[in-house]
């Protein structure tokens, strides 16, 4: 989607007709919304949730958007409010226009007036994002992944970048998956960590009779600063 001034920019507030509606919106449950947001949206807005960064905007971030949303869109129930916030988003993004919304002159200097997407997306697809959006993208949702985020960044540095690469995926701290736990490969490798390293770059198969024939794969993408750091905690 191109950029969007009128209705997610701060200090905006919303002149909207027909929010009264309550008809069911009924999405399409072919499509994928989480995917359609990364092919139609990601080009112009922040489609990372919490935002990573807020430099060199061309559009507000997606979490903004719904957040404000959640203020701007009144109903008496949520499932009411989701349908008017989807009707509305579904017109708007077809037929912009400068009556449905005001905003600062500064915001719309900022991101300019969204253009119209006819052409580029359907309104079925439209529905099928703002429903992904508006469920996902949550004050709930954020509480629940900041704190997940402090519990990852409570871990030891090793243990994060594990779970960053995936090695949780056969490992554990204490419990054999496809692979042995890494408590038993430390205590194997304790005097070796020369060896961790290799088997994490290059792979590595038949050394543990517990895993089957599985084989490890190679890490070759892994960068020396986090090799190191990953072995040692191992180690």
Partial sequence: MKPTTLLISFGIVLSITGCNNT???????????????????NSCHNINFPPKNFDNEMAPPMMSISFHFQDWFKANTDAEKLQNQISFVKEYVLNPSLDKAYCTKDMLKKYGLMPSQKGKVTKDEVEAIAHYVFTTFTPQNLAQKQKALQKLHSLPLGEQLSIKYKCISCHRKDKRLVGPSFNEIGEKYKNNIKHIKNSI????????????????PPFKNISPKDLEIISKWIY
Avoid: F
Wanted: hydrophobic fraction near 30%; charged fraction near 25%; aromatic fraction near 2%.
């Fill in 23 to 41: 008809t069911s919106v009924k999405i399409n449950k072919n499509l994928d919304g989480k995917l359609l947001l990364k092919q139609k949206c």
């Fill in 201 to 216: 770059k290059n792979g590595s198969k038949g050394i543990w009779k517990s895993s089957h024939g599985a084989s490890m």
